[in-house]
């Protein structure tokens, strides 16, 4: 099945340092979200993005669905200990696709 | 408070066995799905359902299978047949039209063949 290529697969970092991560497709988007993972548990949802250009914020975590609508970001500025995790987009397919379409996570861990 | 709810959080299989997972949503939506999760592997979908008494069959649907009897419940049955299923399970629901909607997801299950 088809999946997002999302970049970095990690992210080693010091808190309060500030994080960037992307996701591209091949295809057009018509959605892209963007969950956190703790260890053993479901992803809980971020940010949710439904049209070309948006810009989202959410506390300290910015997202934006690329003009292109091919690509989004996800930054988490002054990172905290508590953020880390594993991080995933996920997006649905213009065309009227029902499924979404997940990236492979991005694991990320915080130095205090 | 709504939500979607798994159970039980671990479970173990001898070989040979069936084991069915259940998933109950109260948030009313119509559509539902179960994905596998490996390391390194993202989330890979093994069916949905968008309507009761429907389902159709995702990536890696082989050795699985599922009902939708009540649109607030979609369990899993991991069949012998399936050959590797120690992972964790998933699973999800969303409005439809899915459009401008988000889909939310359980607290998943650890499945361990023992």
């Known amino acids: 099945g088809q999946q997002l290529n999302q970049s970095p697969q990690s992210m080693f970092i010091q808190e309060g340092e500030d994080v960037s991560m992307n996701c591209t497709s091949s295809s057009i988007f018509n959605t892209w979200l963007w969950y956190k993972q703790d260890p053993g548990e479901g992803p809980v949802l971020l940010i949710a993005l439904y049209k070309a250009g948006e810009l989202t914020s959410n506390g300290r975590l910015t997202a934006q669905f690329g003009i292109t609508r091919k690509d989004s970001f996800l930054n988490i500025s002054a990172s905290i200990p508590s953020d880390v995790g594993i991080y995933f987009c996920?997006?649905?397919?213009?065309?009227?696709?029902?499924?979404?379409?997940f990236g492979k996570g991005m694991k990320l861990t915080v130095n205090p | 408070d709504g939500g979607i709810t798994q159970s039980p959080k671990y479970l173990f299989r001898k070989e040979g066995q069936n084991v069915t997972l259940s998933c109950e949503q109260n948030l009313n939506h119509d559509a539902m799905y179960w994905y596998r999760q490996d390391p390194g592997q993202g989330l890979r979908l093994i069916y949905y359902s968008q309507i009761v008494n429907d389902f159709q069959k995702g990536d890696i649907a082989e050795g699985y299978s599922v009902s939708r009897e009540k649109k607030e419940s979609f369990p899993l049955t991991v069949t012998s047949a399936q050959k590797n299923p120690t992972a964790f399970y998933l699973c999800a629901s969303t409005l439809l039209p899915t459009e401008n909607t988000e889909a939310f997801f359980g607290q998943g299950t650890r499945l361990t063949v023992v």
């Open positions: 996920a997006g649905r397919p213009s065309g009227g696709s029902e499924k979404l379409v």
